[in-house]
């Protein structure tokens, strides 16, 4: 059995009913391989909208990369928005923009809805050590504004003073959109809205086997099942 590595977070995370392993036979509209956040949010908005879905997870829910990341709700990208809009346009941006604000409005949906506790605090801080570093802050405001987010403040040297008791900075960009949680908590709260949803959450199930056929049939170590609806191209799986 594969628990999770030791960390803060697998230490402090909430209790939940456990996951069974999937053992024998069973049939589903859609199976989704990886009970990380892509795994976890795909099959909760299928098993939203009416789909029987089943998620197979290998070793716990949020094993990976999802259950122990740094827990910030950022928006933004590896690239600045104007380094996306230089390469491939400003209708790339526009929309990757928009995709980024709408990720962050899903999961404090999903919080409220399902009344998660993964100790959601709202704000983001970029800070800024020397004058510099602000000046690229406020480019970055601006750019930013013009894709939308409104909810972007500058503070000077007092203000930054305000939030983080500490004369290091020089400023900071406070973004109210953004935000911090438990990451494992997030992934366990999904996980249990998805069964609320009717949806199948098997964990210790790792997939040993895929068969391409139709109706697909995918296997465990210790089971089998059928997606019958032919949902391959929408398959998304990850940790």
């Not at 990976?64 to 346009?89: C, F, P, T």
């Not at 900071?172 to 009717?198: F, Q, T, W, Y």
Request: aromatic fraction near 8%; charged fraction near 25%; include cysteine.
């Amino acid at each position: 059995m594969t628990e999770h590595t030791t960390s803060y977070y697998a230490a402090s995370a909430n209790k939940y009913e456990p996951f069974p392993t999937l053992e024998g036979s069973i049939n589903c509209d859609v199976c989704v391989v990886g009970g990380g956040y892509t795994g976890l949010s795909s099959a909760l908005h299928l098993a939203e909208m009416g789909y029987d879905v089943v998620v197979l997870e290998g070793a716990r829910i949020g094993f990976g990369a999802s259950g122990r990341n740094g827990g910030q709700l950022v928006n933004s990208y590896s690239r600045d928005i104007d380094v996306i809009e230089k390469n491939y346009g400003p209708d790339a941006a526009k929309m990757l923009g928009s995709m980024m604000f709408e990720g962050g409005d899903i999961i404090r949906e999903r919080i409220q809805r399902y009344q998660i506790q993964c100790d959601y605090r709202p704000g983001g801080l970029f800070v800024a050590m020397n004058h510099k570093q602000l000046e690229t802050l406020e480019e970055q405001k601006a750019n930013w504004e013009r894709y939308g987010n409104t909810q972007l403040e500058l503070l000077d040297r007092e203000a930054i003073r305000r939030e983080v008791d500490s004369d290091r900075y020089v400023g900071a960009l406070l973004d109210h959109s953004g935000g911090h949680i438990h990451p494992l908590n997030l992934a366990i709260g999904e996980a249990d809205a998805i069964r609320l949803n009717g949806g199948r959450v098997y964990e210790q199930s790792p997939v040993t086997r895929i068969q391409h056929t139709s109706p697909a049939v995918v296997s465990t170590a210790r089971g089998r099942h059928r997606a019958l609806r032919d949902r391959r191209r929408q398959r998304l799986s990850w940790r």
